[in-house]
């Protein structure tokens, strides 16, 4: 065996990694330029080999690895460093080899510093782990929350700690805020160092304001104005008089919807060419505001051409059809028109059961006539029977309570308008999310459709709260809770109650919408209610009369046909109305007794006081089209009532009420109502109709004024030293009378406001009220003039009574504290003619519950009303 010196070793060593065979004793330059050995059984004779390539050799390669260590790992261990890299032992060592580990190393994220270092084939990779994140903190975000935010970060507490993952998270947050428009926000990352190579990572935001826009220039529009064409725009220019408007604000989808808007636009006045060629949004420098210019091209204004139908369905006249479609040759070209006469006549064909009718606009566009010809071709289609109703998403309401409202069973011919309708009778039930539609689906063979009901449910309970302010009441607190869908039946159950300085009264009511599954609705309800009337002597409250009121009522409806309704009730009340003896009444001598004192009460109080018990029996006939009964945008609702108080009882009276309301939907959230109500009272067996059930206005019934403030009034004014009225109404005795005929109206548009606002539940609006209640028999009225001793003088005006007793010379009343001053009682307010009332309100949907604010103004009023500019009230739900 030969022993090869450290020199040959090396040399071979050198040798096997290039890829070549060193023989012992032969040099190498000696081994490149002989020829190849030969085959066995080969024949001798042949060409010279080709002489192999030389071996390229790194002329910066070190001497052979042969170690590598791996220093400075915490988490990691050497093995698992070792696998990232390709250096291996026994290679040579080059920088090469050793850049490309470095790069490798850096390419996982999980150092911080990396060092590879060799000695004489002995190979260090000192490295320094990258911390792990403890926690994420935000700093400086107000306008977005960190529940809005931390979702979009993609570190977490527990991870390793990376500067890409930081970067992209630093343009996510950034990125939400662009979507607000605030393009101006920066956000800074932070790390703050702690032990055990831990950090916490603090994202500096700095918001900024809206970028809004500043301008909109549109460029090549000659047939409209620049402001015609920005009021299509959902985006509208940054002005003062859009402060709250988030409509202001730089919003690319809404730039791109905004594109879509003005296509539209010209498409309904007939430019069927119409595009837009281009649209730029260019950032101001100081990021606070863009400039958006669109450049368009219009084209050329098309009409109407031949208008047709062809239809392939059995049921249906394409000539006919045609002769009723709202486009006609020779009008301007609409889309819109087109659009609406698709959705109708596809609805026309779902009325008579073909649920897949497919229409399809054939379009003859004449350029040199400038014509669009049209034909609505109508495809040919089965006719469709619902093959089932599914319902889903309802946890709470029982499936009853839903299938009861469609007006479409299992089995039947599909019918789009009876669908329609069952979608407008379930949204009414107030039970489930506004956007609700029955989808349909294809059945399992082409003449079967399913119809599911996908129902969001919203909360049906509520608790409302009220505060209000009045004249005639002072303060006013009202509560009450209701739950309009009691353990998921539809049934109702409710409990009220109300306090104010005049008033008391506690309500319990129960309604069961379908007694025993059946179409009769029923309610009872159950109240007492007490009410002190006050007026101000001196500044002074002093309580009039007191009326306790205890009573039930009881109705039942059963609907005559799908929208009207007939319903019956009896009420039966006990009322004791009575005054506070020691201020109001006074004693006689001759004859001794105690009676009621005109002076101090008044007469049409001396003549209410008594216990009475009412008995009535009414019947009311409803007609409802409404689309939802809790928030309505279109249809019709109107009753008319009818009272007889006299089956039993002490009271006599028949009564008449109708009312009725009108919501009209104008496209682009405007809803605008029309109502009106009016109703008479009469006694019968010549009964005179008691104070207690006349008619009343005021708050809530007429805004801009206060609860009862219109109407005949009776009211006692102080007169001073030199005799005349006093002008302050808080010195005023005013007695509300109520009449025996009324009426009202009012007239109300709900305004739509940007998305943010309705985001907010905001649903401003602006009304005009006009009403009147009159006719009620005049009281007899008191006058004391300066230094009288005259009380009260009877209706014929023929006999008094003096302070003192003519017989005993004693006073003629135990009244204590009576009246010290002189004063004059006047008739105010029986008169027919309206009163009128405008003002703007405000519906909010609040975290704290729905709450109501009115600011209001009286325009026309008579002598005696009781104006009143301010309402609120507020209450919540569960």
Not at 183 to 200: C, F, W
Not at 608 to 636: C, E, M, W
Not at 644 to 667: C, E, M, P, Q, T
Request: charged share 25%; net charge neutral; aromatic share 10%.
């Amino acid at each position: 065996m030969v022993r090869c010196t450290d020199e040959r070793r090396a040399s071979q060593l050198a040798a096997v990694l290039l890829g070549t065979t060193i023989l012992a004793g032969v040099p190498a330059e000696a081994l490149a330029q002989a020829p190849a050995p030969l085959r066995s059984g080969a024949p001798r004779a042949a060409a010279p080999a080709t002489p192999a390539p030389a071996p390229v050799v790194d002329p910066d390669a070190g001497p052979a690895i042969q170690t590598i260590q791996v220093k400075g790992s915490e988490r990691l261990e050497p093995q698992t460093v070792m696998s990232y890299i390709k250096l291996r032992v026994g290679q040579p060592y080059t920088k090469t080899a050793a850049d490309a580990a470095l790069k490798d190393l850096y390419a996982t994220e999980l150092f911080k510093d990396v060092q590879i270092n060799n000695d004489n084939g002995v190979v260090v990779i000192q490295v320094q782990e990258n911390p792990v994140v403890n926690r994420i903190i935000l700093e400086g975000n107000k306008r977005i929350k960190d529940d809005k935010i931390l979702p979009e970060i993609k570190v977490a507490p527990r991870q390793i700690f990376t500067r890409s993952k930081i970067r992209a998270d630093v343009a996510r947050i950034i990125e939400l805020y662009k979507r607000q428009g605030r393009y101006a926000a920066t956000v800074e990352p932070k790390m703050v160092s702690l032990d055990q190579n831990r950090v916490d990572i603090v994202f500096e935001i700095t918001e900024g304001d809206k970028s809004k826009v500043r301008q909109i220039n549109i460029i090549g529009n000659e047939k409209f104005s620049d402001g015609d064409l920005r009021s299509q725009m959902v985006t509208k220019q940054a002005r003062f008089t859009r402060l709250f408007s988030s409509g202001t604000s730089y919003d690319p989808d809404r730039m791109a919807f905004d594109q879509q808007k003005l296509r539209q636009f010209y498409l309904t006045q007939g430019y069927a060419d119409f595009r837009v060629v281009s649209a730029v949004a260019e950032l101001t420098p100081d990021k606070k505001d863009f400039i958006i210019t669109y450049v368009v091209e219009e084209g050329q204004r098309y009409k109407f051409g031949d208008v047709k139908v062809e239809s392939q369905l059995r049921d249906f006249d394409g000539d006919k059809v045609a002769k009723n479609l709202v486009m006609h040759k020779g009008d301007w070209y609409n889309a819109k028109q087109v659009e609406d006469t698709i959705d109708s006549l596809n609805e026309t064909a779902g009325a008579f059961g073909y649920a897949f009718a497919d229409v399809r606009p054939q379009y003859d566009r004449d350029k040199e006539a400038l014509t669009m010809g049209l034909t609505f071709v109508i495809q040919e289609a089965p006719r469709v029977y619902v093959e089932r109703i599914d319902i889903n998403g309802n946890t709470l309401t029982q499936d009853k309570v839903i299938r009861r409202e469609f007006r479409i069973a299992e089995g039947d011919a599909f019918n789009s308008l009876q669908v329609k309708r069952s979608t407008n009778r379930i949204k009414s039930l107030g039970y489930f999310q506004e956007k609700f539609e029955v989808e349909q689906k294809p059945g399992s063979a082409d003449d079967r459709i399913l119809l599911e009901a996908n129902v969001e449910e919203k909360p049906t309970g509520e608790l409302q709260l009220s505060a209000g302010f009045s004249s005639l009441e002072s303060f006013i607190f009202q509560a009450s809770i209701r739950q309009r869908n009691f353990r998921g039946r539809g049934q109702t159950v409710g409990l009220s109650g109300s306090l104010s300085r005049y008033s008391k009264s506690i309500e319990a009511s129960f309604v069961e919408p379908y007694l025993f599954d059946k179409n009769i609705s029923m309610g009872v309800d159950i109240y007492r209610r007490d009410y002190n009337s006050f007026n101000y002597s001196n500044s002074d409250r002093n309580t009039t009369y007191e009326q306790s009121t205890t009573g039930f009522q009881v109705r039942a409806g059963v609907p005559l046909t799908e929208f009207l309704t007939a319903v019956g009730r009896y009420t039966l009340n006990y009322d004791d109305v009575s005054l506070d003896e020691g201020t109001y009444y006074t004693t006689r001598q001759n004859p001794p007794n105690l009676e009621c004192d005109p002076l101090y009460a008044g007469r049409y109080l001396c003549d209410a006081i008594g216990k009475r018990l009412s008995s009535i029996v009414g019947l009311s006939v409803i007609y409802d089209t409404l689309d939802n009964r809790v928030r309505p945008t279109r249809g019709t609702t109107a009753s008319i009532n009818v009272d007889f108080a006299g089956l039993g009882g002490d009271v006599k009276y028949a009564r008449i009420r109708a009312n009725a309301s009108k919501f009209f939907n104008l496209g682009k959230g405007f809803i605008f109502s029309l109502s009106g109500e009016g109703g008479a009272i009469k006694g019968l067996s010549g009964d005179d109709v008691r104070l207690t059930d006349r008619f009343y206005l005021g708050e809530p019934q007429i805004r801009g004024f206060a609860i009862r403030g219109v109407g005949p009034r009776v009211l006692r004014k102080q007169l001073d030293a030199d005799g005349n009225p006093t002008t302050s109404r808080s010195q005023w005795t005013d007695d509300a009378l109520g009449g025996n005929y009324y009426y009202m109206g009012r007239a109300e548009m709900e305004i739509p406001l940007g998305s943010g606002a309705r985001e907010m539940g905001l649903r401003p609006s602006i009304f005009a009220d006009v009403g009147a209640v009159w006719s009620v028999k005049q009281p007899q009225l008191t006058q004391c003039d300066p230094g009288c001793n005259q009380l009260y003088t009877n209706a014929a005006g023929n006999s008094t009574t003096d302070a003192t007793d003519p017989t005993t010379g004693l006073p003629n009343t135990i009244v204590p504290g009576s009246y010290q001053f002189s004063f004059v009682e006047e008739f105010k307010g029986d008169t027919w003619k309206p009163r009128v009332a405008i003002g703007i309100g405000v519906n909010w949907n609040s975290p704290f519950g729905p709450f109501r604010i009115d600011f209001s103004r009286a325009l026309l009023k008579q002598d005696g009303d009781d104006p009143k500019a301010f309402t609120f009230n507020v209450g919540t739900q569960f």
